[in-house]
């Protein structure tokens, strides 16, 4: 017997599993990469380092717009568009090594053991983003790095639809994504350089135990090939 309260009669709580996705070549979506104690473990390290040395701020872009997400960086201080030690001592704090380990396995669990993309990859920058349900990231590229490796995303809290896109423009064509808690988006190889941006978030999306009273935090991890470059 059918439950005439839902489409085809599917249970209210039926949801298909989501699978592992290769988004465009060298880009990889991978569902439920960390489990809910890891996600918990991540909130609250994000809520220190929202308070830290640099606290969330909105940064203001060189023609006077500013980010409705707010931001903060490990390892790095960032401007527009660029990474920079601010003074004579960085404000930053340090990159975790826990926190550039896991960065590791991401690439690891997206790329595989063997590809060059994993080969020594060693993210000494963490990109912080929260984003209200309001706030929006409009297409843009992540070339600020001297690096071509991989970018890590992290989603924590609410869900969001993720665009991405192509190497050549901001419009179309570009794929939409859902990215929920605990999933993981890995863009490197013909993707590295793709237009991406966050058009949506998706409020009262995160489950409860997360501990968040809303909203979604994104952490990227980079190699910033920085010290290199000023060798």
Not at 119 to 128: F, M
Not at 175 to 190: A, C, M, N
Request: glycine fraction near 10%; charged fraction near 25%; hydrophobic fraction near 40%.
């Amino acid at each position: 017997m059918t439950d005439p309260s839902t489409p085809f009669g599917v249970p209210e709580l039926f949801e298909l599993p989501r699978e592992r996705a290769e988004i465009a070549p060298g880009a990889v979506h991978v569902p439920g990469w960390l489990d809910l104690a890891r996600q918990r473990e991540l909130v609250l390290r994000c809520r220190e380092w929202a308070t830290g040395p640099v606290p969330l701020r909105h940064v203001v872009l060189p023609g006077g717009g500013r980010m409705s997400v707010r931001s903060t960086t490990l390892g790095w201080d960032w401007a527009p568009y660029r990474y920079l030690r601010t003074g004579e001592h960085k404000r930053a704090p340090d990159m975790p090594p826990w926190l550039a380990e896991l960065g590791r396995r991401a690439v690891v669990e997206a790329c595989g053991e063997d590809s060059a993309e994993a080969r020594g990859y060693l993210p000494d920058t963490a990109l912080l983003n929260f984003y209200d349900a309001t706030a929006r990231m409009g297409m843009h590229q992540d070339k600020d790095e001297f690096s071509a490796a991989p970018i890590v995303s992290l989603s924590l809290g609410d869900a969001c639809v993720f665009r991405f896109g192509n190497t050549q423009t901001r419009a179309a064509p570009y794929r939409d994504v859902e990215l929920r808690s605990g999933d993981l988006f890995v863009f490197g190889g013909p993707s590295r350089y793709a237009f991406h941006g966050v058009p949506r978030i998706l409020p009262g999306t995160a489950a409860p135990e997360l501990g968040m009273k809303g909203g979604r935090l994104n952490l990227t991890l980079r190699m910033t090939g920085r010290a290199a470059a000023a060798r």
